[in-house]
């Protein structure tokens, strides 16, 4: 198998960041070894969102088992999920900046009308029966 270096297009802070969110998360779990640092976890895990590499890939650039970067990357993205806002709030916070409608994952979803009103369906097409 052959090897080669690449280089991310990203900051060393996006880098050291989520180190710190993978280093927290392992003190509180009371993880006492992995085969990884926090930092080169961090690396793994960018590398794949950033360029899609396989987990095959990864795991032979990083000399871990396939499995090992599969779960690394998983934890992970889990932990940057967790941190994420929660629609409610994205929504809340685009209506307040007087902006109609926010794109997630390319869908267009409206803000107006935020917050709900408690109304499982909107005024003009709810039946009257």
């Known amino acids: 198998m052959l090897f080669y270096r690449a280089a ?20 509180k779990i009371g993880s006492c070894w992995r085969k990884l ?11 794949h969102l ?17 499995a090992t970067a599969w779960r690394y990357v998983q934890e992970t993205v889990a932990l940057l999920a967790a941190r994420a806002p929660k629609l409610d709030a994205v929504l809340g916070t685009a209506n307040k900046a007087g902006h109609a409608f926010v794109v997630i994952d390319g869908t267009l979803i409206p803000s107006t009308g ?15 029966g």
């Open 50 to 66: 950033r360029t899609g590499e396989t987990f095959a890939a990864l795991a032979a650039g990083f000399g871990v088992g396939t």
């Open 114 to 128: 935020w917050p709900p009103t408690g109304r499982s369906t909107p005024a003009s097409t709810a039946s009257t």
């Open 8 to 27: 991310l297009p990203l900051s060393r802070a996006t880098l050291d960041y989520l180190a710190g969110v993978v280093r927290r998360h392992r003190k």
């Open 37 to 47: 640092s926090p930092g080169r976890q961090a690396l793994l895990v960018l590398a």
